[in-house]
T-cell receptor, first 115, second 112 residues
Framework: NAGVTQTPKFQVLKTGQSMTLQCAQD?????MSWYRQDPGMGLRLIHY???????DQGEVPNGYNVSRSTTEDFPLRLLSAAPSQTSVYFC??????????????FGPGTRLTVL | GQQLNQSPQSMFIQEGEDVSMNCTSS?????WLWYKQDPGEGPVLLIA?????ELTSNGRLTAQFGITRKDSFLNISASIPSDVGIYFC????????????FGEGTQLTVNP
């Protein structure tokens, strides 16, 4: 298994540009989520999904859209990038939507710079 | 906003020393997780705790689920240079499904 994969690894955007960060997992996990990591602030939840066709907002959803058309993929879209979105983005997945053993497995991250 | 207080924020220790860090909250959690993040990588799960009072070890690492369910502790014994990284605690509430709340991280530096 490849686990959780993310592309691209690095990206530089200009203010106002749009882009999609890709995330895929091959573990048949139901739960997937996107976090951003900023210095001194830990990991903050952007959006999450408890299964295909279902998404919900996390702690910092503004400026980001998601969709979950398949179990495997959970792309994160920036419609109009802003410098405040410069960050490291992590995708994570886990087994069950609630209860039980549900440790989240993380991808390697995408380092995004918005100029 | 952030609901987990993780301390210390950073630690500088000598190889061979023991390390302790902790997470506290005003809320009750029913799962505590400890992750380690190496530079340029995603967090990797170290230890998972599911019951109040639980004490679990993974090699030189030992973590405990606080009896009040509002805190957790991670100890690293006999540190080595490869222990360098950022350690995160994460908690899951009974009412939050799979959603995790993360602490701000403890940056560990080990001097050879």
């Amino acid at each position: 298994n490849a686990g959780v994969t993310q592309t691209p690894k690095f990206q530089v955007l200009k203010t106002g540009q749009s882009m999609t960060l890709q995330c895929a997992q091959d573990m048949n996990h139901e739960y997937m989520s996107w976090y951003r990591q900023d210095p001194g602030m830990g990991l903050r939840l952007i959006h999450y999904s408890v299964g295909a066709g279902i998404t919900d907002q996390g702690e910092v959803p503004n400026g980001y859209n998601v969709s979950r058309s398949t179990t495997e993929d959970f792309p994160l879209r920036l419609l109009s990038a802003a410098p405040s979105q410069t960050s490291v983005y992590f995708c994570a997945s886990s087994w069950a939507p609630s209860g039980g053993v549900n440790e989240q497995f993380f991808g390697p991250g995408t380092r995004l710079t918005v100029l | 906003g952030q609901q987990l207080n993780q301390s210390p924020q950073s630690m500088f220790i000598q190889e061979g020393e023991d390390v302790s860090m902790n997470c506290t909250s005003s809320s009750i959690f029913n799962t505590w997780l400890w992750y380690k993040q190496d530079p340029g990588e995603g967090p990797v799960l170290l230890i998972a705790l599911y019951k109040a009072g639980e004490l679990t070890s993974n090699g030189r690492l030992t973590a405990q689920f606080g009896i009040t369910r509002k805190d957790s502790f991670l100890n690293i014994s006999a540190s080595i240079p490869s222990d360098v990284g950022i350690y995160f605690c994460a908690g899951r509430k009974e009412t939050s499904g799979s959603r995790l709340t993360f602490g701000e991280g403890t940056q560990l530096t080990v001097n050879p």
